[in-house]
């Protein structure tokens, strides 16, 4: 098993930048590709980002292409969400994910969740 834990989220305004990051242990971090979701209040969970195993790939959903950044730091087993132009509707659970290989969108296909971490971002 390889255990993921999120860093705390917060409390924003619209059009704010924060910056989540999810640190990995227990197995090898550079072989796992990394995600992120998020689940909003009342909807489903769904994809934010992904990142291959050595930082040189990347996937958006196109809710946040443009203003999100997902990026790794594989010395420190470390994954990075970086949101910028922060809007209400961004205001979820963000969950950060392993896969082992290969980079996915859909929830499931990673194999190892963290528990999460409230991210909202007021009006």
């Known amino acids: 098993q390889v255990q993921l834990k999120e860093s705390e989220g917060g409390l924003v305004q619209a059009g704010d930048s924060l910056r989540i990051s999810c640190a990995a242990s227990?197995?090898?971090?550079?072989?796992?590709?990394m995600g992120w979701f998020r689940q909003a209040p009342g909807k489903e969970r769904e994809f934010v980002a992904t990142i291959s195993r050595g930082g040189t790939i990347t996937y958006y959903a196109d809710a946040v292409k443009g203003r999100f950044t997902i990026s790794r730091d594989n010395a420190k087993n470390t994954v990075y969400l970086q949101m910028n132009s922060l809007k209400p509707e961004d205001t979820a659970v963000y969950y950060c994910a392993a896969r082992p290989y290969s980079t996915g969108t859909g929830s499931d296909e990673y194999n190892y969740w963290g528990q999460g971490t409230q991210v909202t971002v007021s009006s």
């Open positions: 227990g197995r090898t971090f550079s072989d796992y590709a």
